[in-house]
Structure formats: structure tokens, C-alpha cells
């Protein structure tokens, strides 16, 4: 019988492994794909060996891709847009963090009179689609006047993150011991001192978890950034969408991969050096 058992424990971890291995093959094929193109020069492309490694590996492309790639009438590569993108999301991830904590703080454990109405319309809003809301907020921006600029568009991300981070932070906050906040009130501790003192030390799972998906839906954002950042605000994503939709004769495909790890390069190192406290947050409550 044990004899058995310890089979059948053998067989089920090879089974994880194999699935492991296989959906980690599945989803890196294609990166490694696009490194290798990358990285060829366009005789090699064409002779259709696409798994083949580089012959002869070139930065060309590279070079090409952040520099020099025409996106439309210009040809400055996508080097404008990673700077756009930055200017974009720095704001954009700290401004809804910051007030998705305060939301979250002030629900959880102050009970303002109407936050449970103010929570419940904020989930609603989490829930409608993006693109029923983007006419509506032209209409309003350009009443405004900041339609088409930096201000613009970090006020639509805004909008949209802060159903999302005010759920995050208050489900953490819920999950606080409560005695720590009363001893904070019997010491004379009010809602910003307990705030800026206490809660958002003990906020850093959470600052993170917050941080990565502000960080990720930022970046990664097209249809937000074609829409409201203006023509001289664009996007990493939109240049290039126009590089790769941009030919005049042959399609480069080296000069294209090179762009799009290049766009994605961002939230993958995000990823890779922040992943372990991502996890930390998410077990501390994010799915609560």
C-alpha cells in the first residue's frame, strides 16, 4: 500500500512538472522568437528558419527601433514615446495609490457618513466598460479644456484606477487588527497622524501589489493614450502601433520585434524584480 502511494505521489509531481514545463515553453516561445528576430538581419529572415539563432547577431535593429524608426512623418523612432509614457505614468501610479490608500483607509475603519454609497458607486464604475465612458469624458475634457494634453490623460487614468485601488487598499486595511487603531485613538492619534504614522508603514504589500498593476495598465495602455494624450503626448504603445503600421516598401520585421520588447520592456522588469512582494500582497488580502 505504501509502495503505492509513494507511485502515485511520484507520477502526480512528474505530471505538476510536465505542465509546468509546458506552460512555461508555451508562453516563452514566442519572446524568444522575438529576440532572435531581433537580432537578425533581414537576409537571414528571409530564409524562413524562424527558431534558428542569429548567424551573425546585430544591435541594428535595436538601434534603429529606439532611435530612428519612422512613426508616420517622423522618423525618430520610439525613443519621444518611452519619455511620453513616463511622463504619463508617474502621476498616473501615484496619484491613485495615493488616493485609492486615503479611500480605502477612510472606509475601512472611520466610516464616513455615505461610504458605503461612495463604495458602492465606485464598484459600479469598475464594472462599466472603458469605451462607454470615452465620449462622455471627451466631451468633459474638452469643455475643461485639457483635452489632448498630459493633464488630460492622467485624469482619465486616474478615473479608472480608483474603483480598482480604493477596493485593494480597503480590503487590506479590513484585515488590520483592529486593536492597533483603537490603541492609536486612545493616544490622541487622528485620521492623518494614524494614516502617515501607522497604517501606511504597514502598507508596503499592498503599496506594491498597487504599484505593479498601476504600473502595468498604464504602460500598457493604447486606446487611452490615442484618445486623450495629444499628438505630442503619445504614448510608447501608440509610436509603436505607427512604426509597425508605417512601411514604405519592405516590412522590417527585425526593426519591429526590437520595438516591441523595447515598449514592453518596462512592466516585464517591473515584474521580474518586484514579483515575490507581488505575491506577498496578494496573500495579505488583495483578493480578500
Known sequence: MAKKRKSGALWARFGIYAFLLFAAA???????????????????????????????????????????ACTGVSCEGVRGGFWNSV???????????????????????WK?????????????????????MIYPLVKLEAALGIYSSLPGIVLVHLVFAMPIMTLLFRNYYAGLPAELFKAARVDG????????????????????????????????????????AGRENQPMTVQLNNVINTTTGERLYNLNMAATILTSAVPLLVYLISGRWFVRGIAAGAVK
Open 26 to 68: 508555451f508562453f516563452l516561445l514566442p519572446l524568444y522568437v522575438m529576440l532572435t528576430t531581433s537580432f537578425k538581419s533581414m537576409d537571414e529572415i528571409r530564409l524562413g528558419q524562424i527558431f534558428a539563432l542569429p548567424s551573425a547577431p546585430s544591435l541594428d535593429a535595436w538601434r534603429a527601433a529606439w532611435s530612428e
Open 87 to 109: 511622463a504619463i505614468a508617474v502621476p498616473s501610479i501615484v496619484l491613485p495609490i495615493l488616493l485609492g490608500a486615503i479611500n480605502g483607509y477612510a472606509l475601512s475603519w
Open 112 to 132: 464616513p457618513k455615505g461610504g458605503e454609497w461612495l463604495f458602492g458607486i465606485l464598484m459600479v464604475g469598475a464594472f462599466i466598460p472603458l469605451q462607454v
Open 189 to 228: 492619534g487622528g485620521f492623518w497622524r494614524i494614516f502617515i504614522q501607522l497604517v501606511l508603514p504597514m502598507s508596503t504589500p499592498m503599496l506594491i501589489v498597487a504599484a505593479i498593476m498601476q504600473i502595468t495598465g498604464v504602460w500598457n495602455d493604447y486606446i487611452l493614450g490615442l484618445t486623450f
